[in-house]
């Protein structure tokens, strides 16, 4: 869309999307180029921002402290520590715009793909912090099985909705959308959807007695099928798609259906990035407008709550952000966010306000 007709729509001036095109950050640049301003990928401009990603600051960081084999702290730890282990540098690379084709990102996924289930989910737990877990629970005196049989079923429950809808929307970002591995993980997103339309961590011992969906537990998900080819949806992806999108909005992406809806959770309503495992309603409103909901009516209360958050020079600022626990800052609470400005004009683009 041209920049004039940008402006009039969102009475933005050309200063932000200078600002968003700004070379010292080749991926708001790119996303900005191809998804604003609707460049192809094989316009000259967005070739050249995507092949700068590799080189950015935040990537050098990231990439910096990854070993030799693809993972970035301990081994058998890819969700310990929060923020710094191998997951979560996968889930930032994939939103930062880079691909497979760099070696050091394809090593970092093969890496992760190691603790796949069988079944399709990905587990915060492994063999080692099992057993970690284990010797703290005999040491406090508690009654265990043998510790084969506690290990296995331990590991199992910790294949969590969330973390396994995030993982495969960062593998889809990174270019693995038609490996079969990526399948097996949306097929089993299918297979443990909740009644209700939302997603629970089905074998998760906290969720044993719940029966309404969790926001963070279904956007995730919902995220990874926004990103998964439509092409490729099996009839039973489409109607889990079409049962998540729905429970989001009965909700109206915030708020208590049955409780005369009342605001569910207030630090919703603040802007955080990287989303990670994180719910506002900034990343329902993207995700949901990109499964091709924007006209939906139930969308309005969080899209006012959106534009009265813009400030005066047309931009959006950063609430929230866990600086200080990842590798490299991305950019400082409280101040003016590429990636959020971003990310809201892309909602705007798609509700057409």
């Known amino acids: 869309m041209p920049r004039r007709q940008l402006g009039m729509l969102w009475g933005m001036n050309n200063q932000v999307l200078d600002w968003l095109l700004e070379e010292e950050n ?15 990928e094989n316009n000259r401009k967005v070739k050249e921002a995507k092949a700068s990603i590799p080189e950015s600051r935040i990537i050098r960081k990231i990439l910096s402290k990854q070993q030799p084999v693809g993972f970035w702290g301990d081994p058998n730890s890819p969700y310990q520590p929060k923020y710094k282990a191998s997951y979560w540098q996968v889930m930032i690379l994939g939103y930062l715009g880079i691909d497979m084709s760099t070696p050091d990102v394809r090593k970092a996924c093969e890496f992760i793909f190691k603790f796949q289930h ?45 973390l396994t809808g995030n993982i495969t929307a960062a593998l889809i970002r990174l270019g693995y959308h038609d490996d079969p591995r990526v399948k097996k ?16 961590c089905p074998y998760w011992r906290a969720h044993i007695r719940d029966t309404h969906g969790c926001f963070y537990g279904t956007i995730g998900p919902l995220e990874a099928f926004s990103l998964y080819p439509k092409r490729r949806w099996a009839k039973g992806m489409r109607m889990a ?8 909005l009965m909700h109206r992406l915030f708020k208590a259906d049955h409780h005369r809806f009342k605001i569910i959770n207030n630090s919703w309503l603040s ?6 495992y994180r719910y506002n309603i900034l990343r329902g409103l993207d995700i949901v407008t990109k499964l091709g909901h924007g006209n939906d009516h139930r969308l309005n209360d ?30 400082k609470r409280g101040e003016p966010s590429k990636w959020i400005t971003l990310t809201v004009l892309g909602v705007l683009r798609r509700i057409g306000v």
């Open 26 to 40: 080749p991926s708001v640049r790119y996303f900005t180029l191809r998804d604003i301003l609707d460049h192809s």
């Open 118 to 162: 069988p079944e399709g989910g990905f587990s915060t737990e492994t063999a080692k912090t099992a057993r970690i877990e284990y010797d703290y629970r005999k040491r406090k005196g508690r009654f265990l099985p043998g510790i084969r049989e506690w290990t296995r079923k331990y590991i199992y429950e910790g294949q969590l909705s969330c």
């Open 185 to 200: 993980a949306l097929n089993w997103l299918v297979k443990i959807q909740n009644p209700d339309g939302g997603w629970l």
């Open 241 to 248: 798609v079409e049962k998540g999108v729905e429970f989001m």
């Open 271 to 276: 802007f955080s990035f990287p989303w990670f």
């Open 302 to 331: 969080a899209v006012k709550i959106l534009l009265k958050k813009r400030r005066k020079d047309g931009r959006w600022s950063l609430d929230g952000t866990p600086s200080g626990r990842m590798y490299a800052a991305i950019e």
